[in-house]
């Protein structure tokens, strides 16, 4: 079995900007679109060609092609993070942690370094599959450091609301 290069494009490659926002993509490995495309869509898959990750949440393009294809969030198999906020929407894809179950957690006994640890103990133990499970192609660990720095935000804007 071959592996795919950790970084599939050098300096001199193309550089992705998504065709519907403009913004610069991340270049994702071809296991990860296999992996997570539906059969209509994986149908419709260039192998021969480099594919990039649009984290944009407003754009409905997840993965778009050098050549000009794009998936969008209907393509997939899953709900994307970056462009679903629904609170059962995955944050870490492999350990199952969604907004909801943060939040749950955070009100009752986990700290947040509590659930970061958990996470990160996984990932040691070489449990987590994020190139074929999570959208992104990589690790989740700071989606889900970002998901609950908003929520302790949230809370503390509850607990001390301003008043004009």
Not at 59 to 80: H, I, M, T, W
């Amino acid at each position: 079995m071959t592996k795919e290069p950790l970084v599939p494009f050098s300096a001199n490659a193309w550089q992705p900007l998504c065709p519907k926002s403009g913004e610069q993509g991340i270049p994702i490995q071809l296991t990860t679109l296999k992996s997570l495309l539906s059969c209509h869509a994986l149908e419709q898959l260039n192998a021969n060609a480099s594919y990039a990750f649009c984290r944009d949440p407003l754009c409905p393009v997840v993965y778009f092609s050098e050549e000009g294809q794009s998936f969008g969030v209907d393509d997939l198999k899953v709900p994307v993070f970056q462009k679903e906020s629904g609170e059962d929407v995955p944050v870490c894809y492999c350990f199952g942690w969604t907004r909801r179950r943060i939040w749950q957690e955070l009100q009752g006994s986990k700290t947040p370094q509590a659930i970061l640890e958990e996470i990160a103990d996984h990932i040691k133990a070489r449990g987590c599959g994020c190139q074929v499970n999570n959208p992104q192609g990589f690790c989740c660990l700071e989606n889900v450091r970002q998901v609950i720095l908003e929520m302790q935000q949230r809370k503390a804007e509850e607990q001390n609301p301003i008043i004009d």
